[in-house]
């Protein structure tokens, strides 16, 4: 925890973000908080850690940072052509129609 808002603007910090995945209910990654007294703190980032789209904040307040990790978000991959579910019958009297 920062004592405030400016020591956060201040902080000099790297994240790292596991690649997308699409297990949706899995996030990993690690913040790493370089400071002049205690040297490298890191801590992990997990599922606990993420706000979804269009959260509301019931009370008091956050700070956040959006983390891009490009063409192959969850959004994306979730929007993916999907192959459908054709039961092996079907596949049978499709075959013998055609003969």
């Known amino acids: 925890r920062?004592?405030?808002d400016s020591a956060l603007q201040r902080c000099s910090a790297v994240i790292y973000a596991a690649r997308p995945s699409?297990?949706?209910y899995t996030f990993e990654g690690d913040f790493?908080?370089?400071?002049e007294t205690h040297g490298a703190v890191?801590?992990?980032v997990g599922l606990e850690n993420t706000l979804w789209g269009n959260?509301?904040?019931a009370s008091?307040?956050?700070?956040?940072?959006v983390v891009y990790t490009g063409?192959?978000?969850r959004s994306a991959m979730n929007g993916e052509k999907r192959s459908?579910?054709?039961?092996?019958?079907?596949?049978?009297?499709?075959?013998?129609?055609?003969?």
Do not use: C, R, Y
């Open 2 to 4: 920062l004592p405030s």
């Open 22 to 24: 699409a297990q949706i």
């Open 32 to 35: 790493t908080m370089f400071g």
């Open 42 to 44: 890191q801590e992990p």
């Open 55 to 57: 959260t509301v904040l």
């Open 60 to 65: 008091g307040t956050a700070a956040a940072l």
């Open 71 to 73: 063409a192959e978000t």
């Open 84 to 99: 459908s579910k054709v039961a092996s019958v079907d596949l049978q009297v499709n075959m013998l129609a055609k003969v």
